[in-house]
Antibody
């Protein structure tokens, strides 16, 4: 079964750091671009970051640029999001998602909640 | 950044109704648009990619059309399981922005 499972969310104080992980299974992880998308409570979807299959191309939303770092380990079938200098507005459910062809995100994880609060 | 504006933001409809949701891009994006369905507490589900291609396993009552700046998601006969929030997303360039969502509620 094709599956993405996020982990690493939790409660963190403003200015703190957190590292999210996304474990992939059921497909050749190294062949796909991967992404992080977040959704603040009661709000819409926000694209956060993308990484190409070989990590050659990386993109970030302006709202997280300089604070978040996306990475992947194809040997471990895993995607990561290192989040530093966290702010209250980063509070959201964070989803990892697969991009098969540059035209859609076809597989999504169940999400992991990140709460930034003192 | 390209802005996507969905209309309406919400709508009420009955089972069996034909429903149309519009997504307008602030600049041309060719056919680089996807549509997703999201139910409360769940991850989004891909419905349509490349503006009009139906994702495998998605019922044929869902269809997408458009190119350039104006796009449409149509549900030909609304079913009880279709009550959800729908989002468009553009893939023409980064950031890969989403529309604000359209909530489809039971009338």
């Amino acid at each position: 079964e094709v599956q993405l499972v996020e982990s690493g969310g939790g409660l963190v104080k403003p200015g703190g750091s957190l590292r999210l992980s996304c474990a992939a299974s059921g497909f050749t992880f190294s062949s796909y671009s991967m992404n992080w998308v977040r959704q603040a409570p009661g709000k819409g979807l926000e694209w956060v970051s993308s990484i190409s299959s070989s990590s050659s191309y990386i993109y970030y939303a302006d709202s997280v640029k300089g604070r978040f770092t996306i990475s992947r380990d194809n040997a471990k079938n895993s995607l990561y999001l290192q989040m530093n200098s966290l702010r209250a507005e980063d509070t959201a459910v964070y989803y990892c998602a697969r991009d098969p062809n540059g035209y859609a995100f076809d597989i999504w994880g169940q999400g992991t909640m990140v709460t930034v609060s003192s | 950044a390209i802005q996507l504006t969905q209309s309406p933001s919400s709508l009420s409809a009955s089972v069996g109704d034909r429903v149309t949701i519009t997504c307008r891009a602030s600049q041309g994006i060719s056919s680089a648009l996807a549509w997703y369905q999201q139910k409360p507490g769940k991850a989004p589900k891909l419905l349509i990619y490349d503006a009009s291609s139906l994702e495998s396993g998605v019922p044929s009552r869902f269809s997408g059309s458009g190119s350039g700046t104006d796009f449409t998601l149509t549900i030909s006969s609304l079913q009880p399981e279709d009550f959800a929030t729908y989002y468009c997303q553009q893939f023409n360039n980064y950031p890969q922005t989403f529309g604000q969502g359209t909530k489809v509620e039971i009338k």
